[in-house]
């Protein structure tokens, strides 16, 4: 059976929330919308005996490929410009939520100097855990691809969290 | 299979946290979201979505809903809110200009002949709308809507499509509206602005204020995707991104009252993030002393405070956050 709209936005809009954060999208509740909105059209191509998480992610990263344009030049001067954050001045508290937050706002910004595709892979991957055969599938790219994509990602990646001052 | 060694465990570690970092705003955003999201699909399949390209279809809709609205809510504007004094000013000033910016790709050219038309009229009709607009709202937002009342009512009634459209569009999806400078009941900081040729991208489904109580305009429901969207939508659902500051800010105040100023320092952490030089900017500064000095951490409150006020010397938060700081 395939899932209707609903069951689909019930059960995965925080997937798609947080996978378009990760995308670099700072106005995730609009994305999100249009997220949905295509997958609502698309939804007769998808089939129901493979994971929808990856083919969500397929229409995320179109989604946050067209919004990022404007809103990623935004979010790096958010961050490198405002000097001291919340985050920055709270961090101590021991909250730990305060402090994932922190890191998410690491991660995503690093994620940003990673090269898009590349970065598609890094997220499916490292962040939704996903086998590399559904990474792969996902992108619809070999499996060698996606490998030597990951690493060139994580190279990237950790170069990013390094330069960015990160723990 | 190729071989993949484990990633660096500080690295691990910093993606496990990313992971599970709460989602601020996330659920919020759900609740409204699916009415409004079963909303737009009717909407869309009564439209006719026949392109497969998410991104040309989402463009062509939306370039469609926003010129309908546009022309609706500059109707409406004209007869509504900027009355006699849009009207005069929109026959002899914005007639030529409007023309002309409509010709053309309007984009452009409409900022300027909303401007100019608003200029002449701005003083006179911002003194009559303000009054009416301010009961319903001090806010900023009220400031909003009386630039863009003026502006889709000089220049909209005249042209309609085009140029209203050009003139709406830069302001929803930016907080940056053209012509409030000319009006200018409140301070509106200018960030974010996008430039006008993006106008026409997927993120035009940002549901136009229209569907606030308070606003002298109004989208027709049938007219447009946004506002068929919004009838059946919460009508109280925050599509700006200055109700989302909004949002934000008043969570963090609600936290701070009930003695959560932890939570709610998480809130501004959140708007910080997302607004760093957001309209709310100061409040949440203020705020954010405010939840320093309740979580014990003075210090950070004072720096916080002293960058903050050497920021924005006119701040008209400045007493408060001196106050606080003095009592210290």
């Known amino acids: 059976m395939r899932p209707t709209l609903t069951a689909i936005y019930e059960e995965h809009y925080e997937y798609v929330w947080r ?16 997220v949905f909105l295509v997958a609502h059209r698309k939804l007769s191509t998808f089939d129901p005996t493979r994971p929808i998480r990856p083919w969500l992610f397929g229409i995320a990263f179109n989604v946050a490929r ?35 937050l922190e890191a998410a706002q690491l991660v995503h910004v ?49 170069d990013a969290v390094e330069r960015l001052g990160g723990r | ?71 609706d809510t500059g109707k409406d504007a004209a007869k509504d809110a900027a009355k006699d004094a849009a009207k005069d000013a929109a026959k002899d000033t914005a007639k030529d200009a409007a023309k002309d910016a409509a010709k053309d790709t309007a984009k452009d ?15 006179d009709a911002a003194k009559d709308a303000a009054k009416d607009a301010a009961k319903d709202a001090v806010q900023v937002g009220a400031t909003k809507w009386i630039a863009v009342s003026l502006a889709s009512g000089a220049v909209g009634v005249i042209v309609g499509v ?21 009006v200018v009941v409140e301070e509106i900081d200018v960030l974010d602005a996008a430039p006008a040729e993006d106008a ?39 599509t700006s991104p200055l109700a989302r500051e909004r949002a934000l800010i008043d969570q963090a105040r609600a936290a701070l009252r009930a003695g959560r100023a932890h939570d709610a320092l998480v809130a501004l952490m959140g708007h910080e993030r997302e607004f760093p030089n957001g309209t709310l ?12 000095v309740s979580t014990g951490r003075g210090a950070a409150a004072r720096r916080r405070a002293e960058t903050f006020l050497s920021r924005y010397p006119e701040s008209a938060h400045r007493a408060r956050i001196e106050t606080i700081v003095h009592d210290l």
């Not at chain 2, 601020?24 to 497969?52: H, W």
């Not at chain 2, 085009?162 to 000319?182: D, I």
Request: net charge negative.
């Open chain 2, 1 to 71: 299979m190729p071989k993949l060694e484990p990633l660096d465990p500080k690295f691990r570690a910093l993606l496990e946290a990313e992971r599970k970092a709460p989602l601020i705003g996330m659920t919020e955003a759900k609740k409204r979201g699916l009415a409004l999201l079963l909303g737009s699909v009717s909407g869309l399949e009564s439209i006719d979505v026949s392109k497969d390209v998410s991104s040309d279809v989402s463009k062509d809709i939306a370039k469609d809903a926003a010129k309908d609205t546009a022309k």
């Open chain 1, 66 to 100: 067209e919004t990022r344009r404007k809103a990623s030049e935004r979010y790096e001067r958010a961050i490198g410009s405002n000097g001291d954050s919340i985050g920055d001045v709270i961090g101590d508290l021991h909250s730990s939520d305060a402090s994932r």
């Open chain 2, 200 to 238: 026409a991208t997927v993120d035009v489904f940002v549901a136009p204020e229209p569907d606030r109580p308070s606003a002298p305009l109004r989208a027709r429901p049938s007219e447009s995707i946004e506002a068929e969207t919004n009838e059946r939508g919460d009508p109280n659902r925050p």
């Open chain 1, 19 to 34: 996978t378009l954060l990760r995308l670099g999208v700072r106005d995730a509740e609009d994305a999100a919308q249009n």
């Open chain 2, 109 to 123: 050219t409409a900022k300027d002949a909303a401007k100019d038309a608003a200029k002449d009229t701005a003083k």
């Open chain 2, 162 to 182: 085009a140029v209203s459209w050009a003139v709406w569009k830069p302001w929803t999806s930016n907080p940056k509206p053209v012509v409030v400078e000319a």
């Open chain 2, 281 to 292: 900017a100061e409040e949440r500064e203020r705020l954010v002393v405010e939840g320093l």
């Open chain 1, 110 to 158: 690093a994620l940003a100097e990673v090269e898009e595709s590349r970065r598609a892979v890094f997220v499916l991957y490292e962040l939704d855990q996903e086998p590399m055969k559904e990474v792969a599938d996902a992108l619809g790219i070999p499996l060698n691809t996606a490998y030597s994509s990951l690493r060139r990602a994580r190279q990237e990646f950790c």
